[in-house]
C-alpha cells in the first residue's frame, strides 16, 4: 500500500545563513548606523536587539526577507512580544517552531478524513502523521488539497512509498 509522512521541518542551515545574511546587511546600512542592532541565534530563538522599537521592526524585516529570500517558512516563527532592555533600547525573541503539535497533527487527520478522497487513512506518529491509501492517485490528492489548506505551520510531504 502506498504511503506518504506529513512533517512539519526547519532548515537550521538556512535559517543560520539567513540569520548571517540579515547581520551583514545590518552593519552595512545607513539606516541602522549608531542603533547597535542585532540578530543572534541560539538554538531554536532568534533575539532582536536595537535602540528603539520602530527599528526593532525593522530588523524584524530585515529577517524575514532573508528567510523568505532562502525559502524558509514564516509560518515557523513565533513572535513574541517587545521588552524594554538596559539603557532603553529594546529587544524581541522570535522562536522557531519545528515539528507537529498534538493539535496540528489532529486537525490534519480531521481534514484527511472529512475532506479527503474514500479509502485514505491517516495515523499521527509522534511529530509526523503516516497517510496510507489503496492508490497513489489518491495520495496525490490529498497532497494536493493540504497544499490549498492554510494550516499555521508549514508542511513537507516525505517517505513517499509505493
Known amino acids: 500500500m502506498p504511503t ?10 538556512e535559517v543560520r ?10 552593519s552595512t546600512r545607513f539606516d541602522f548606523k549608531g542603533t547597535d542592532s542585532s540578530v543572534e541565534l541560539s538554538g531554536m530563538e532568534l533575539r532582536l536587539h536595537s535602540a ?3 527599528r526593532l521592526r525593522a530588523v524584524l524585516q530585515v529577517v524575514e526577507e532573508k528567510l ?27 522562536l522557531i517552531k519545528s515539528g507537529l503539535s498534538a493539535d ?10 472529512d475532506s479527503g478522497p474514500k479509502g485514505v487513512s491517516s495515523t499521527t506518529q509522534g511529530e509526523q502523521v503516516r497517510v496510507t ?5 489518491d495520495l496525490q490528492a490529498v497532497i ?9 505551520v508549514p508542511l513537507q ?4 512509498r509505493d
Not at 104 to 113: D, L, T
Not at 144 to 152: N, S, V, Y
Open 52 to 54: 528603539t522599537e520602530d
Open 68 to 94: 523568505v529570500k532562502r525559502q524558509v517558512s514564516l509560518k515557523c516563527l513565533e513572535v513574541q512580544k517587545v521588552e524594554e532592555a538596559s539603557k532603553g533600547t529594546a529587544r524581541q525573541t522570535v
Open 104 to 113: 496540528n497533527a489532529k486537525a490534519i487527520n480531521r481534514w484527511i478524513k
Open 4 to 13: 506518504f509522512d506529513i512533517v512539519s521541518q526547519v532548515d537550521m542551515q
Open 157 to 160: 510531504f516525505e517517505n513517499f
Open 133 to 137: 491509501a489503496k492508490k497513489r492517485d
Open 144 to 152: 494536493a488539497g493540504l497544499k490549498e489548506q492554510d494550516f499555521p
Open 17 to 26: 545563513n539567513a540569520v548571517d545574511q540579515a547581520q551583514r546587511e545590518l
